[in-house]
């Protein structure tokens, strides 16, 4: 089990003079893991939030992780897809996407899969319960390639590795300290974590990055993680850059209610 790292990790003093492209707006949004309530909260949101801030070539990044853990995976998928038909939205791969493609040929990461959140996503495609619970792992793969539209498929292998925008640059779960972006491993860029998150070093870039959940954002000099614990907490955050500024957006599940938070600092 993933255990949040808040303790371990505090903020520290911000990096100072990182910016985006002077014009640009950026909002980047963490780990959604099948949590589409908060999703579609958070997106309506910065929609409201970029109408508001006057004009600026926009940009959406979903970190990756869109699939698992939480009930609604395929309704972030298709919402993720029909988002980016009406403005610039970037999607980085996460480790729980690559699991999901695999699991259509490989039956021990379909195994793998089902022990990390698989079984819900397999869930939101329409498996009965039943049929799920009986299903061995043949059966069950078969029943993927029935159930999951191949436009799915299509659109989650399309996803892109890293994003750069000026001083920042966004990653599922981070970087190798020392190697160029564009030399990084794709298995580090989905998978890394502690080499990562212990490095107190700069980076070239600033990493904006999901992957390892955190209470609360985890601002570092070197790096901003905002997998906020969607599934686990009900807190989905989105950071957002402009120029030098810096400042975040959240959708918060609270006893079935779900509200948003601006907040320009952390505390």
């Known amino acids: 089990m993933i255990k949040p ?3 371990l990790f505090r903020p520290r003093e ?11 707006r950026w909002y980047a949004i963490g780990d959604i893991h099948g949590c589409n309530d908060l999703f579609e909260a958070l997106a309506e949101a910065i929609e409201e ?22 009930p609604d995976s395929r309704k972030v998928i298709e919402g993720a897809r029909q988002w980016q038909k009406s403005r610039n939205v970037r999607i980085l791969a996460g480790n729980h996407e690559e699991m999901f493609l695999e699991s259509f040929e490989d039956k021990a990461v379909l195994r793998h899969f089902l022990k990390h959140g698989g079984r819900e996503t397999i ?5 009965p319960k039943k049929e799920y619970n009986d299903a061995s792992i043949s059966s069950l793969q078969k029943r993927l390639h029935e159930l999951v ?11 892109e590795e890293f994003v750069v925008a000026g001083d920042f640059a966004f990653v599922h779960a981070g970087i190798t300290p020392g190697v160029p972006l564009e030399e990084q491993k794709r298995r580090d860029l989905l998978w890394i974590r502690e080499r990562f998150l212990a490095h107190d070093a700069p980076h070239p870039h600033i ?41 975040y957006i959240q959708a918060v599940e609270q006893d079935g209610e779900i509200s948003i938070e601006h907040r320009d600092t952390l505390t």
């Open 5 to 7: 790292l808040k303790a």
């Open 14 to 24: 911000r990096a100072k003079g990182a910016s985006v492209p002077e014009g640009t």
């Open 49 to 70: 939030d970029d109408k508001a801030s006057g004009p600026a070539e926009t940009t959406v990044v979903l970190l990756g992780d869109l699939v698992d853990r939480g």
């Open 123 to 127: 869930l939101s495609y329409g498996i």
């Open 149 to 159: 539209p191949k436009k799915h498929r299509k659109f989650m292998q399309g996803f």
């Open 207 to 247: 990493i904006v990055h999901g992957h390892t959940i955190f209470e609360d954002v985890d601002e570092r000099p070197n790096r901003i993680g905002i997998d906020t614990g969607a599934f686990r907490f009900g807190r989905l955050t989105a950071v957002v850059l402009e120029g030098e500024t810096r400042r």
